[in-house]
């Protein structure tokens, strides 16, 4: 299997005075990095980009969105992307590293935002036409301010992003700021579920042991999940392990053998049926599709 890159924010370091943050028109970073761009990747940092014209698909973890004007995607570090572009695609992109954000806003966490803190929400907006100015603007000028050398320029830039991100949030009516709601909150307990998930899917399997470490009852963290994104805990978990399967067997030169020993699994027969039941294809089925 070809190792699909990993993308880090420095390749795009071009003397603009913002190590950590880069903006461009898609136009150019479509033909700049199309030799980095073109296949399944992931990066180390956020991506932000808007559509104002142009059609086509954009894969973000193995999940299809439609692209056409005024989509607005938003990507979390090590996620999986690739897309398929009509020739005359425009629009706005802007990346930075977690760090640039923290150094700015110390007291307040990225994942706040409902795209960057769960792979259940979705990473695009669909603007309608009485919202897609006021982005287009927000975009625009962090374009400018990035080639500009004005004063407090990294505080601008982080700001303009800050307000696109408040902006967009504002656009899932089903998010609740963690600043105003109940810490029994089911969206609260969820984030804090997937959370723990993130942290110990390849040692932690059972629901049970989840629902110890949150001090409720497996009963009632199944309750959450339902109750969130309509599924059990345990689909939660596998959901997860799934996404990271896909992950290895896209990047790595591994064999599905060791791709399931490296995710816990023992028994490959056992771990094919479990991504046969889960993504519908075969490991082989799956990869085939990406021409590998």
Known sequence: MKKTSVLHIAQF???????EFHANTLQDHLQTRHKDIAHPHSHDFYVAMLFTKGTGTHEVDFTAYEVKPWSMFFLNPGQTHHWE???????????HSQAFYDLHYTHSRINRFP?????YQSPVIYLEASQ???FKTLFRTILTE????????????????????ISATRLYPTYSDEGHVSENNYYARFREFEALVE????????PSAYASIMAITSRHLNRITQSVVGKSA?????????????KLMIRQNSTFSEVAYALGYE??????????????????????QYGK
């Open 199 to 206: 942290q110990h899917y390849l040692q932690i399997r059972s």
């Open 234 to 246: 345990i689909d939660v978990i596998q959901d997860r392990l799934l996404l990271e399967a896909k």
């Open 85 to 95: 572009l009509s020739d005359d695609t425009e629009g706005y992109i802007f990346l």
């Open 132 to 134: 897609t100015e006021s």
């Open 267 to 288: 028994d490959y027969g056992y771990f094919s049926r479990i991504f046969k039941n889960k993504a519908g294809l075969t490991p082989k089925a799956f990869l085939e």
């Open 146 to 165: 990035y080639n500009a050398d004005s004063l407090l320029k990294k505080e601008a830039l982080i700001g303009l992003a800050d307000l696109i991100y």
């Open 13 to 19: 370091n071009d003397g603009q005075g913002a190590e």
């Open 115 to 119: 795209f960057y803190y769960s792979m």
